[in-house]
């Protein structure tokens, strides 16, 4: 079991940066891989990046690079997304997920891949 907790949302300007935080909790979240996702309004959620739970294999999606960094921090059980350059297009509820995963390197991008999900933390960005 996992229990998932997003922080860091709100309303922010075009350009400016936000750090969101999945906070984990549970026996397994020590070894879950952790995902980000995100639903815009009338939109399918989507992936945004992953990263497996040794903390050095991460991905974020091609139209995210340059902007958008997931890390984590073990001695905290917490996983960061890093924001930066934020855009109107951005705004969306942001998720993040877990999944068990035997090898610190794994991590996945489909939704179906992960058994746990946070509650989401809204995200607006103004023009």
């Known amino acids: 079991q996992v229990q998932l907790v997003e922080s860091g949302g709100g309303l922010v300007q075009a350009g400016d940066s936000l750090r969101l935080s999945c906070a984990a909790s549970?026996?397994?979240?020590?070894?879950?891989?952790v995902g980000w996702f995100r639903q815009a309004p009338g939109k399918e959620r989507r992936f945004v990046a992953a990263?497996?739970?040794?903390?050095?294999?991460?991905f974020v999606a091609a139209f995210m690079k340059g902007r958008f960094t997931v890390s984590r921090d073990n001695a905290k059980n917490t996983v960061y997304l890093q924001m930066d350059g934020l855009r109107p297009d951005d705004t969306a509820v942001y998720y993040c997920?877990?999944?068990?995963?035997?090898?610190?390197?794994?991590?996945?991008?489909?939704?179906?891949?992960?058994?746990?999900w946070g509650q989401g933390t809204q995200v607006t960005v103004s023009s």
């Open positions: 990263i497996g739970w040794n903390g050095d294999n991460k």
């Open positions: 997920a877990a999944a068990k995963a035997w090898s610190g390197t794994y991590y996945y991008f489909t939704e179906g891949e992960y058994q746990y």
């Open positions: 549970g026996p397994d979240s020590h070894r879950s891989a």
